[in-house]
Nanobody, 127 residues
């Protein structure tokens, strides 16, 4: 069983930065791709970023390219999402997710390809 715990959310002014963390339990974190998704009120959950098992390959939604960076520290069983130049459209609950297949070079961009999810962390952006 895998447990994912997000942290780092909060209130930030427009133009500011936050770094989200997702700590994963389980012995084989290093073998799995990870993703970040977000859900704003009244909207469907959407893909934000993904990273392959080794950390070499990353993928981003067009809306966050150039502003967000996903990374992972396999020694700490943790994946991060550095978010810069935040604006109101980035406000949402952010979820991390881990897939089941091992050694995927690239993280999936569809949420149905992920098997474990965290409880989410709220990001609020004030103008």
């Amino acid at each position: 069983q895998v447990q994912l715990v997000e942290s780092g959310g909060g209130l930030v002014q427009a133009g500011g930065s936050l770094r989200l963390s997702c700590a994963a339990s389980g012995r084989f974190f290093i073998r799995h791709a990870m993703g970040w998704f977000r859900q704003a009120p009244g909207k469907e959950r959407e893909f934000v970023a993904a990273i392959g098992w080794s950390g070499v390959n990353t993928d981003y939604a067009d809306s966050v390219k150039g502003r967000f960076t996903i990374s992972r520290d396999n020694a700490k069983n943790t994946v991060y999402l550095q978010m810069n130049s935040l604006h109101s459209k980035d406000a949402a609950v952010y979820f991390c997710a881990q897939d089941y297949p091992e050694f995927r070079a690239a993280g999936p961009t569809r949420e149905e390809e992920y098997d474990w999810w965290g409880q989410g962390t709220q990001v609020t952006v004030s103008s």
